[in-house]
Every structure is written in C-alpha cells, then in structure tokens.
C-alpha cells in the first residue's frame, strides 16, 4: 500500500461548491461558486503545458497542466465542486478512491473559464 501520512498533505486547497440563486425579477437561475471547505491536499503537476483545445461550440477554451491531487476521502459530486489554489480555479475532471476510503484521488484541469 502507499505510504502518504497526514504530514505529506502539505498544501491547503478549498473545495468550492456550485449554488443555484434565482434572479428576483427575471426568475433566471444565476450560477456562483462559494468556498465549501478548507483541506489539505497534496498536489502533483504534469510536465507537459497544455496550449489549447477547441470547445464543443467552436469556441477554444485554453488550460494549464493537467493536476491531480490527493486528499483525506470524502463523497463529492465532481459536477458541483471545484477547486481552489490560492489564486488557481481547477475542474475536477474525474476522481479515483485510493485504498479503502483512504484518500481520494482528483484528476484536474486549470480552464480559463471556470462557469
């Protein structure tokens, strides 16, 4: 089995959640991210820069280095949490339980947009 104490969780991330408001006069939804909760993480970075990749709607959506970082388990809906590093917002592009409920596994991309 790996060996990663709690002392080798040396970064502090935030795991962002997604909420939902409704504009007052337009019913509209309106999307935001808010801070959900601090943790240590421990972060790994790819070598390779990434220069660019084009959207599904034609539109080039540019990102850093693909970034995986571990931190203590916990259930979360990748589709509704995001992450952020002191000035960096990453997408939680997959996830992979490491042990039994041990750590967790985050697979991430830096985007320039971050809706």
Known sequence: ?????????????????RTETRDPATNAPLFAWAN???VFARIWESA???AGQVGPAGGVETFARPTKIWIAYRALDKEAVR???????LRITGTAEVGRRWRL???CQEWSSNV
């Open 105 to 107: 596994e985050l697979a």
């Open 83 to 89: 992450i952020r590093w002191n000035t960096r917002l």
């Open 36 to 38: 959900d909760v601090e």
């Open 48 to 50: 390779n820069d990434g």
């Open 1 to 17: 089995m790996l060996s990663l104490g709690a002392g080798q969780l040396d970064r502090r991330i935030w795991l962002q959640a």
